[in-house]
Every structure is written in C-alpha cells, then in structure tokens.
T-cell receptor
Framework: EAGVTQFPSHSVIEKGQTVTLRCDPISGHDNLYWYRRVMGKEIKFLLH????????ESGMPNNRFLAERTGGTYSTLKVQPAELEDSGVYFCASSLGGTVPYEQYFGPGTRLTVT | QQQVKQSPQSLIVQKGGIPIINCAYENTAFDYFPWYQQFPGKGPALLIA?????SEKKEGRFTISFNKSAKQFSLHIMDSQPGDSATYFCAASPYNNNDMRFGAGTRLTVKP
C-alpha cells in the first residue's frame, strides 16, 4: 500500500511568489494534517481536515496560507505571496477516522526555501 | 507558545549506551503521548506511544517512562545501535482528537 506522498520534494521561490504544495494521503484515511518545521524548531501543527472539512485551522500563520481538500482526497496548501519566514519543511500526515488517536502516517515533506 | 518542551537538542552516545530524551508538557487535556523517529529525507514515523494510565511501556529496546504528576515523559533506548541514529520527536494530543503538538526534536548520534 502506498504511503503518504508529497509534491514537490523541494521548492525554491522568491519572496512574493506563489507556491502550491500537494499531499496525497493514504487511501481511506479521512484525517489529513499539515505541519511545518522550521529548522531546529518543533513540528508545528497547521491544520486538520476531516474528509473535505477543516476541523481545526488554528495553526495557520496568516491569510497568506490557504489549504483545500476538494472531494476529501488529496490536499493542497498554497502560500501567496510567500515571505522569507515561510521557509521550512512542510509535512502532511493522514490517519483513519474515529475518536481514538489513530497513528498518523507522515509524508516525506516538502522543503520550501523562500529567497 | 511551545506546548511540549523537549531536551536535549542533540545527543551523542557510544554503541550500547542508553540515550534518554525528556519531554514536558503543561496542557492537562493531553492524554496520548507518542514518540516519532525520523531518518534524513523521510517523514517522522511512529515509534512507540503511551497513555497516562500506565507509567511505563516497552517495545523492544525502546521504553517510555511517564510521570503524570510531573507532566513529564521520557524515551530510553536500550543497547543503542548506530542504526538508531535519527531525530526523535515527542508529541502529545488529547485522546479525543489527533491534533498533535510536537517537541523540537532531539538529534541522536550513536557512534560505533
């Protein structure tokens, strides 16, 4: 079974540009999460989808970030316009639905560098 | 505000040593505490997890110790091997949802 996949693996953009990150969760996983890790810091929660609905987006830094999960399958995270502080590794994770803490399966991450 | 504090930031041990990584939390709503292991170029992967109804959990060479009153938990790796060299993250979440809060990570190096 395929794991969580993320695209691209690396992205280098200039300040002010737009970047869209994509995450394909494990098939059948209702829960999808986005996280970000700035170098040396904690993996910070950004938001949580249950199917196509945003369950919790309290971690989104500001309105330059837009996440979507149309149809409850793959998800995109768009940063527009990108700022220098947006650099970091963006992880996506997915888990089964339900009320117990199912294991979260992480993708390999997208390393975003804003210059 | 960092909800889970992890230490040390990096750790070097000799093969066979017992590295210990510590984490502390404040939010009493947390009651699920996993540890994740991350190798370079890969995403974090669940290693072992504990709930506060037990004080210790072992899986192979990995042990979590949990102190509910102190709101602290730690990971011990017995008979560490060079293949254990990785970054380890502690995390915490409320049991009724999966919104995880992570520590800053510990880069472990096990020397041959």
């Amino acid at each position: 079974e395929a794991g969580v996949t993320q695209f691209p693996s690396h992205s280098v953009i200039e300040k002010g540009q737009t970047v869209t990150l994509r995450c394909d969760p494990i098939s059948g996983h209702d829960n999808l999460y986005w996280y970000r890790r700035v170098m040396g810091k904690e993996i910070k929660f950004l938001l949580h989808f249950v199917k196509e609905s945003k369950q919790d987006e309290s971690g989104m830094p500001n309105n330059r970030f837009l996440a979507e999960r149309t149809g409850g399958t793959y998800s995109t995270l768009k940063v527009q316009p990108a700022e220098l502080e947006d650099s970091g590794v963006y992880f996506c994770a997915s888990s089964l639905g339900g009320t117990v803490p199912y294991e979260q399966y992480f993708g390999p991450g997208t390393r975003l560098t804003v210059t | 505000q960092q909800q889970v504090k992890q230490s040390p930031q990096s750790l070097i041990v000799q093969k066979g040593g017992i590295p210990i990584i510590n984490c502390a939390y404040e939010n009493t709503a947390f009651d699920y505490f996993p540890w994740y292991q991350q190798f370079p170029g890969k995403g974090p992967a669940l290693l072992i997890a504990i709930r506060p109804d037990v004080s210790e959990k072992k899986e192979g060479r990995f042990t979590i110790s949990f102190n509910k009153s102190a709101k602290q938990f730690s990971l011990h790796i017995m008979d560490s091997q060079p293949g254990d060299s990785a970054t380890y993250f502690c995390a915490a979440s409320p049991y009724n949802n999966n919104d995880m809060r992570f520590g800053a990570g510990t880069r472990l190096t096990v020397k041959p």
